[in-house]
């Protein structure tokens, strides 16, 4: 019996045809290590960039949601880890709880300033506000890294061909599976604002002396807290609405019964489009692996945006945005296309988010769709609307639907952001995302940022779990159980130990499997030539 995993044939026994029944499926990768140090797309050090990697010809989102919470990431089928105590400019790992998010000041300004362009045609003039996510990881643009990549890529795939078989179990361990791929990430273009504190001096010159206010007690603790004029008159509008509508034996308002309460997310976005407005925004979701057909359509008018931007935002020159190129960073994905009853109705795996105004695509955000979450990959827009800070609009468009699909998919309730790179300010804006949390570089639990800055604005790469004792719970404890495609034939790694040719690549192997955790390694296939 035989099954096809991507491009390769596969021979399943009677046990894998009962597993493929039930809708099971592989990862397989190719493990490529960690390598010299390379330039880094934050910070430009020529070889301060370290990174393990491995490409993936194809992954289940279980697989790489459990990845990502070990710190990996995708670019394209590239799977990238930082070396984090090596690496020049450490990269943690983000994730917002939409469920629980509420827009700070600056987020409620953009979805204001998209309001007033929308219903009037008014484009803002003065810069950004906040830090919008435009722009993927640098590192994956630069050469050295991909071009030696797409070479491992093509050796792997001529020697993966042809029909596979999988050596029974035996007493030494349990089959596993390994994914590669690429990974792209959004980088800020502005830096966070920084609050300053400004203190009254004494003036020389002429006229009377300004002299600096002496320090009070503060606010009187007896008499209430002040409030803004406009909330005052809310409440008393709210407060004359309820009495009249007593008066005449209707129920209350849904507002005056809320009250005060703060504008949820999903009423601010709707604020945002107004029903007559001069423009029309609609976001649309098409999925871009396997390609669905309103994909292939768009597929051009997507891609020329991606030009332009590339062009107008990083500087490319016009032949390195290429076409093929385009396919391999935003369009090509390992992650298999996925779809059940406890699922969202759009079901799992790689998605674009295109953003339409009046007809035309003017942004585009790159999403995966996992069992716990939206993971951002990628944001590119027309530059000529980039004073509409459509980075950190798009952000909040993407956790308002994260919230939407937890509605379908209780499970589903988290929003990764990428990484977070503290020792870059231009890459800070993410931790604006509140509330958020980082993943501890070495126990793998999530870690509220709040804790992390205080220790991050004294060292780049530090241990967030405070606990000494704690360790990895998830880390590779029986190496022969780890699973290993070896000459077509899927086996436990103990099994490939005693069959395998040339030189011993236990030590290869083991670095993987730390790097995976156990469960990932009972599960993914690792090809080895």
Known sequence: ???????????????QKAKMAAGASYTIVEYFGGGDGYRCGYCKREDGSFSHGMWSHTMTVQDYQDLIDRGWRRSGKYVYKPIMNQTCCPQYTIRCQSLNFQPSKTHKKILKKMSK????????????DGEPMDS??????????????????SEVSASVEGPLSKERETAGGVASKTTAAETPEKCGSCEPTTERTETATTTPGPGPATRAPRPGLGADPARPPCRKAKDVRR??????????????????????SRG?????????????????ATHKLEVRLVRSSPPGSQFKATFQESYQVYKRYQMAIHHDPPEKPSESQFRRFLCDSPLEAESTPDMPDCGYGSFHQQYWLDGRIIAVGVIDILPTCVSSVYLYYDPSFSSLSLGSYSALREIAFTRQLH??????????????????PK?????????????????????????????????????????????????LRELGRLRVLYCRTVMPFAAYARKRKGPCDEKDVQEYGELVGQACAERMLLFRA
Request: include cysteine; glycine fraction near 6%; charged fraction near 25%.
């Open 117 to 128: 362009f929308l219903a009037k045609g008014e484009m803002p003039t003065g810069p950004c």
């Open 136 to 153: 993927a990881c640098d590192e994956e643009e630069d050469g050295g890294v991909r071009e030696t990549l797409v070479a491992c890529r």
């Open 1 to 15: 019996s035989r099954c096809t995993l991507g491009s390769v044939p596969v021979r399943r026994c009677p046990r």
């Open 407 to 424: 509605q379908q998919s209780p499970q589903l309730r988290f929003y990764y952001l990428g990484f977070y790179i503290h020792s870059c």
């Open 235 to 256: 409440e008393r509008r709210l407060q004359k609405d309820q009495q009249t509508r007593e008066a005449n034996g209707q129920p209350p308002s849904p507002q005056a």
């Open 260 to 276: 005060s309460q703060a504008k949820t997310l999903e009423e601010l976005i709707t604020e945002s489009l107004p029903v007559d």
């Open 427 to 475: 890459m800070r804006y993410k931790g604006q995302y509140r509330p958020s949390a980082l993943l501890c570089p070495e126990t793998f639990v999530w870690v509220p940022i709040e804790r992390c800055l205080p220790i991050l604005d004294q060292r780049r790469y530090s241990r967030f779990n405070v606990d000494p004792a704690a360790g990895d719970v998830g880390a």
